[in-house]
């Protein structure tokens, strides 16, 4: 059965970092690509960065970019997102995403095109 699940997130000061981790079970990451997505109070679940199955191509949203970076371990079926110089605008629950797109150095972050979702973990920037 796949399954995601998502660790790493808590509360950080303006200018912090945190890393998140997807670890995924039930599927290869060779076969996948892995979105981070983010969700806060109010407002619709916006793509963040996402990696491909093969070549580790990557992708981020314009305002994380240069700020975060997304990137994994084949052999521990793991996706990380390191988040620096945090703003209190990154306040989001963040999930981790799979797309069934195997040996693909394409990703996208378009929510449509994954299947299965983590739970979440919560990221909150305040002083």
């Known amino acids: 059965q796949l399954q995601l699940v998502e660790s790493g997130g808590g509360l950080v000061q303006p200018g912090g970092s945190l890393r998140l981790s997807c670890a995924a079970s039930g599927f290869s990451l060779a076969v996948y690509a892995i979105g981070w997505f983010r969700q806060a109070p109010g407002k619709e679940r916006e793509g963040v960065s996402c990696?491909?199955?093969?070549?580790?191509?990557?992708n981020y949203a314009g305002s994380v970019k240069g700020r975060f970076t997304i990137s994994k371990e084949n052999n521990r079926n793991t996706v990380y997102l390191q988040m620096n110089s945090l703003k209190p605008e990154d306040t989001a629950v963040y999930f981790c995403?799979?797309?069934?797109?195997?040996?693909?150095?394409?990703?996208?972050?378009?929510?449509?095109?994954?299947?299965?979702w983590g739970q979440g973990t919560q990221v909150t920037v305040s002083s």
């Open positions: 995403a799979a797309d069934w797109r195997p040996y693909s150095t394409d990703c996208a972050l378009a929510r449509g095109r994954y299947t299965s």
């Open positions: 990696i491909s199955s093969r070549g580790g191509s990557t």
